[in-house]
């Protein structure tokens, strides 16, 4: 196993964020606001994915990273939330 460092940049709001295997997925957030990082243990030999709740002020920028990765990026959009997945 790996450690990695999962964090999020976001200046306000609240923020879910998930890792997963298509083999497990223990339903524990990983990262949860008021928490900008967390550590991860990630097997090189399997695929991960990761999913992403985010609520805030409408234009609120966020990048989520996995160390020096960028994960996702982007703004909360009008509605003031913004959902995303993605493969690691």
Excluded at 38 to 61: I, K, N, Q
Excluded at 74 to 83: I, P, T
């Amino acid at each position: 196993m790996k450690q990695s460092t999962l964090s999020i940049k976001m200046d306000e709001g609240k923020w879910l964020v998930d890792v997963f295997t298509k083999n497990r997925d223990d339903g524990i957030y990983e990262l949860i606001a008021p928490n900008q990082s967390a550590e991860v243990s990630l097997d090189p030999d399997d695929m991960y994915g990761f999913r992403y709740h985010l609520t805030g002020a409408p234009r609120t920028a966020f990048c989520i990273k996995l160390d020096d990765t960028v994960l996702a990026e982007g703004e909360v959009d009008e509605s003031g939330m913004k959902e995303g997945r993605g493969v690691i």
